[in-house]
């Protein structure tokens, strides 16, 4: 994953009270760290972990299941700005 992802990954995730996490081949960072989201090496096609706990938890992994699901879109659809109005969404939501 690069900078600009894993920034809005870690600015999203500031949103939330819980505690939540990624895990990638076996290494897990704070989901809320730029450099711990860039340490893992998330490489394009792989599947991660998402864990958080919290008394927002749930929120954070379904906001999390949908942020992730728009990286996706945007890099199979060559599109861009659809996760930047995701992103201020979830700033607005709460």
């Known amino acids: 994953m690069h900078l600009r992802p894993a920034a809005r990954l870690a600015q999203a995730t500031q949103e ?10 076996g ?8 450099i711990g989201i860039l340490t893992l090496g998330i490489a394009r096609g ?5 864990t958080a706990e919290g008394c927002d938890a749930v929120q954070a992994i379904h906001a999390m299941e949908e942020l992730c699901a728009c990286f996706v879109a945007e890099r199979e659809l060559g599109v861009s700005g659809g996760l930047d109005r995701f992103v201020a969404g979830l700033a607005h939501q709460r």
């Open 46 to 50: 792989a599947r991660i972990t998402i």
């Open 16 to 25: 939330y009270i819980a505690s939540i996490e990624l895990s990638n081949g």
């Open 27 to 34: 290494m897990v960072a704070n989901a809320k760290s730029i």
